[in-house]
């Protein structure tokens, strides 16, 4: 009999040997139990999102119907690669959670973000402006093209000389809801935007200018969005050579709030998905070089790492 009904459900989508894809969940104890095994046609969060909405259920609720009826193949975590340093020694590789059709980004909503992008623009004041406006900022960030999952390699631009990541709290919208969270990385060029603040679509949205994963959580089984820890480190050479952390309940602007500006007079497509801000930036001093991996941990959703490539 199935057993874990009550656990926090985190959804994995991953690969087999074969490039197959699975969607699985992790219901406690290090097992993935694997959705498409009983399911075939499910194979994707928006599946379940869409199922759930139809029959009025909620979506952890339906995947937990759906294990019970069935006798879902059980993967141990140990088995799937989820860190860089395991890649080529497991069975199953990672994926992105789901293929967000936009990635849209909040920018300005931590009181620490404004002080550094005052510090690289030639135009600060726009910042401390925008931080203490009603409307927040809101700019288009990615393509499904443009963004990267799990382990895949994150960009920055080769007409940069200032890189570095933004470990962000993502949230994930279906039906003009938020349906869930995820962990996003908002690569970004200090020294492109900090020249000019219309250069800011060239300074954020360029190939592989993003990240999300490494799995996807309903909002029921985020207790407070608001009140998260956020970790970042980034490794060189084998040594840490930045950490810091920090938590949502910094931001100036709830999920919520950005979520409605954001759908306010605009066609928002299911599993769009939105990095809320950050306080953690890296000293003037510090560029992303090749090869540099960055890790970014959220409470209660796990760890995001991607290595550095130039593009």
């Not at 926090?8 to 989508?13: S, V």
């Not at 699985?24 to 199922?51: F, M, P, Q, R």
């Not at 499904?144 to 000389?161: F, H, K, N, Q, Y």
Request: charged share 25%.
């Amino acid at each position: 009999m199935y057993c874990a009904r009550e656990s926090t459900l985190k959804y994995y989508r991953i690969l087999d040997l074969n490039g197959d894809v699975h969607l699985t969940v992790e219901t406690g104890n290090g097992i993935l139990e694997n959705i498409s095994s009983v399911e075939n046609d499910v194979v994707d969060i928006l599946d379940l999102a869409k199922s759930a909405s139809y029959s009025g259920d909620t979506m952890d609720n339906l995947t937990r119907l759906i294990l019970e009826s069935g006798n879902p193949e059980k993967i141990s975590l140990t088995e799937v690669a989820l860190s860089l340093a395991d890649i080529e020694n497991c069975d199953y590789t990672i994926d992105r959670p789901f293929d967000p059709p936009e990635v849209w980004a909040a920018g300005v909503t931590y009181k620490n973000s404004e002080l550094e992008r005052r510090r690289e623009s030639e135009t600060p004041d726009i910042y401390s402006n925008v931080y203490n406006a009603d409307r927040p900022e809101i700019f288009f960030k990615s393509t499904a093209e443009r963004c990267m999952g799990p382990l895949e390699d994150v960009g920055i631009r080769a007409d940069s000389t200032w890189d570095v990541p933004e470990p962000e709290l993502a949230f994930v919208t279906f039906k003009g809801e938020i349906l869930g969270y995820t962990i996003g990385n908002d690569m970004s060029s200090r020294s492109i935007e900090g020249e000019n603040a219309l250069y800011l679509p060239q300074a954020k949205v360029y190939e592989k200018s993003c990240s999300i994963g490494p799995c996807f959580v309903t909002s029921k089984s985020i207790n407070d969005p608001q009140n998260l820890n956020i970790e970042c480190s980034i490794i060189r050479d084998g040594s840490q050579i930045f950490h810091e952390t920090t938590s949502t309940s910094q931001m100036a602007r709830t999920c919520i709030e950005i979520s409605d500006w954001l759908h306010r007079n605009n066609y928002v497509p299911d599993l769009t998905t939105v990095l809320t801000g950050t306080s953690i930036v890296p000293p003037p001093e510090f560029t992303l070089r090749e090869g540099d991996q960055v890790a970014i941990t959220i409470d209660g959703i796990g760890v995001l790492e991607n290595s550095v490539v130039e593009v």
